[in-house]
Nanobody
Framework: QVQLVESGGGLVQPGGSLRLSCAWR????????IGWFRQAPGKEREGVSCISSSDGSISYADSVKGRFSISRDNAKNMVYLSMNNLKPEDTAVYYC??????????????????????WGQGTQVTVSS
């Protein structure tokens, strides 16, 4: 059974930090690119950061560059999103996704939402004083 489960969300003050975790099982990540997406109330889903399994590239949304960092541990079936200097506009539900590999495509292709795959249930991040 394919499953992705996010954790680590919560309430944090502006300027604070959180690390989101995503555990996967039921599939081989070699055939998927991995990414974090978010959706705020009343807004479209946005690709935050992705890792391409096609070329190894990593992408970040302009709004999080220099503050967020994505990483993965294949041995533990985990992917992480470290978030620093959080801002109120980072408030959203954050989703982990395993996206079907497309040969030759870089990370920003996956974060643009062109590819389907498997999704977690999401974890809420609220940045507020």
């Amino acid at each position: 059974q394919v499953q992705l489960v996010e954790s680590g969300g919560g309430l944090v003050q502006p300027g604070g930090s959180l690390r989101l975790s995503c555990a996967w099982r039921g599939f081989t990540l070699d055939y998927y690119s991995i990414g974090w997406f978010r959706q705020a109330p009343g807004k479209e889903r946005e690709g935050v950061s992705c890792i391409s399994s096609s070329d190894g590239s990593i992408s970040y949304a302009d709004s999080v560059k220099g503050r967020f960092s994505i990483s993965r541990d294949n041995a533990k079936n985990m992917v992480y999103l470290s978030m620093n200097n959080l801002k109120p506009e980072d408030t959203a539900v954050y989703y982990c996704a395993a996206l079907t590999r497309v040969p030759g495509k870089p990370a920003d292709y996956y974060c643009a939402g062109y590819v389907g795959g498997y999704w977690g249930q999401g974890t809420q991040v609220t940045v507020s004083s």
